[in-house]
């Protein structure tokens, strides 16, 4: 079976989804797929934060009209998103320990969709090493 990683950093919603499409798309071909999230990311995956929709500079003037495309399209709820990838796959999603502690975020204000927290070294050992292809966002 094929491993892919992927590292998340940016926290815009545009870029969490595009994380997770390409998840998504990896676990239906039968691909192993493990996610990390760090740094912005990271802060984003908060249950008071992960329901925001905050778009990239490159959709200034144009976040209204994204966000109802992505409703109608069923892309606006990312812990929905996190479930149906588990459901069609292989999938794990971690996040980084040193980011929660940077950031200040215990565990327990984390969304229930995430797997693990983890060291970045323990995911470069046991996830990047073995992988076939490590994708960033």
Same mark, same amino acid.
């Given at each position: 079976m094929k491993k892919l990683a992927v590292i998340v950093t940016r926290g815009s919603y545009n870029n969490l989804l595009q994380a997770c499409e390409l998840a998504r798309i990896a676990t239906i071909a039968g691909t192993q797929v493990s996610v990390f999230f760090r740094d912005e990311a990271a802060l984003r995956l908060t249950q008071d934060k992960v329901k925001d929709m905050?778009?990239?500079e490159a959709y200034k003037g144009r976040d209204a009209?994204?966000? #109802?495309v992505l409703r109608s399209r069923g +892309?606006? /709820?990312?812990p929905a998103i996190l479930r149906e990838i588990k459901e069609k796959? /292989?999938? +794990?999603f971690s996040v980084c320990? /040193?980011?929660l502690d940077l950031l200040e975020i215990t565990v327990e204000k984390l969304i229930p969709e995430l797997d #693990?927290?983890?060291a970045a070294d323990a995911f470069w050992k046991e996830e990047?090493?073995?992988a076939d292809q490590v994708i960033t966002f």
């Open positions: 905050v778009f990239s009209h994204m966000r #109802e +892309k606006h /709820d990312l796959g /292989d999938a +794990k320990r /040193d980011s #693990e927290v983890q990047v090493a073995t």
